[in-house]
């Protein structure tokens, strides 16, 4: 069965660093886009980035633009998620998610996305 396995969240304090992983397994992840979403307490779902299934094209919400970087190595079934220059807005429970296509989706709810992972909590703090 598809599995989603997010780690490398903690706590970082303001300007810090921190990696996502998300190690896929139970599909053929080099055939799927894959996203990050993340969640703030009393806040809504933010679709923060996402990456083609080759890696080819790459979206980012403004919020991070510049300072996330998303990649993937399809040989590893890992994405990643790069935060630099953190700030405590970033605070949030951040999710891995898995596209039913290859492609990035511009402009949809979401539903595109049909297996998300448990979770991982990133707290920007000094």
């Known amino acids: 069965q598809v599995q989603l396995v997010e780690s490398g969240g903690g706590l970082a304090q303001p300007g810090g660093s921190l990696r996502l992983s998300c190690a896929a397994s139970g599909f053929t992840f080099s055939n799927y886009a894959m996203s990050w979403a993340r969640q703030a307490p009393g806040k809504g779902l933010e679709w923060v980035s996402a990456i083609a299934s080759d890696g080819s094209d790459t979206y980012y919400a403004d919020s991070v633009e510049g300072r996330f970087t998303i990649s993937r190595d399809n040989a590893k079934n890992t994405v990643y998620l790069q935060m630099n220059s953190l700030k405590p807005d970033d605070t949030a429970f951040y999710y891995c998610?898995?596209?039913?296509?290859?492609?990035?989706?511009?402009?949809?709810?979401?539903?595109?996305?049909?297996?998300w992972g448990q979770g991982t909590q990133v707290t920007v703090s000094s």
């Open positions: 998610r898995k596209s039913h296509y290859p492609t990035i989706l511009r402009g949809t709810n979401g539903y595109e996305y049909d297996y």
